[in-house]
């Protein structure tokens, strides 16, 4: 083995105390494990830095000298081994749990933010080509919609395949379903979400359209002035005892029902859509889970727990085997039993 001279020992502690750690990505991710390394072989028996407690200790080593029973000091240093090398491997097991618990939740998280990146990149187009259908729809004449339908519905399908593209669809609808409640009917606008959100051909979103067509009907029978003073004093009576009148207030009456059917149905598209969310969300869940355990066990940190943990056994079954050479042959069943 080679020997360094003075001066090289000086010369080394010196380079050494010029560098500031690693800097390129490949040099931090080879020392990143620096820290854990030292946990693991270090020769405190209890790191609270790594959440042990002298306790758990204390408890190990009762169980283990109960078991054993030493009874000189060579079996006590035996046993004392055991114990400690027991405890380093519990750690090593501790620290791996540990480092792929924190390796799995940033995958999740990696991967929700990408997932949420590429919902952003579908809201721009989904809103202008909202604009564009709606300009074409109402300009005279109108214009040949299909080619921006079906731009349209290639971004609603994209955006329903994720649970965070069907969360922005679900908001679009209830944003909707206010509007029904608070007027009894849906602007043009809201009518171009509904499909938009749903579908053109989706037949629940047809039928939102043809009950918000009806509701607009129905309110124009009854948004005329009341004929004479009598009418309009019956019709406010009949508000306050909800009974009919003259015939004037039943119209009105019927005003909140007709809202409710079409808020109703606004609400079963809702419905649907959230179902699908909470479906995509378990399959993504499991997907994330699949593409973790995929890429979970680098071959060098794998490999850093194995020796770890190897190393530390050995020593373990080393002072064992010296143990249970020490006790007689009619001791060892009972202290394997």
Known sequence: MRINSAKQTEASRKNGAKSKGAKSPR???????????????SKDIV???????????ERLKKEMWNLFQPTSALEEMLVADVVENRWRRQRVRRAESADLKNRFETLWIRDKLRRSDEIESLKVPFSDLLRKYLLAVSSQPPQDTSTITAKLEEVRQQLAGTSL??????????????????KGQVSPEGLTMILACCGFGNELGQMCLQLNLINVMEFRKTSGAPANETDEQDR???KETGKKGTGEEGPELDKGMYTQVLSAAIRVAIHKLKF?????????????????????????????????????????????VML???RSKSDVPKILT
């Open 324 to 326: 249970l050479a020490l």
């Open 276 to 320: 699908r969310k909470k479906s995509l969300e378990y399959a993504e869940k499991w997907e994330a889970k699949t593409r973790s355990v995929a890429s979970i066990f680098p071959a060098e940190d794998s490999d850093h727990f194995l020796r770890a943990e190897t190393t530390i056994e050995r020593r373990m079954y080393r002072a064992l």
């Open 236 to 238: 406010a009576k009949a």
């Open 165 to 182: 593209g069907v969360e922005f669809l679900i908001k679009r609808m209830e944003s909707v379903d206010s509007e029904a409640q608070a």
């Open 47 to 57: 790191i609270k830095s790594l959440g042990e407690r002298r306790e758990d200790f």
């Open 27 to 41: 040099g931090k991710y080879q020392v990143r494990l620096n820290a854990l390394k030292d946990g693991l072989f």
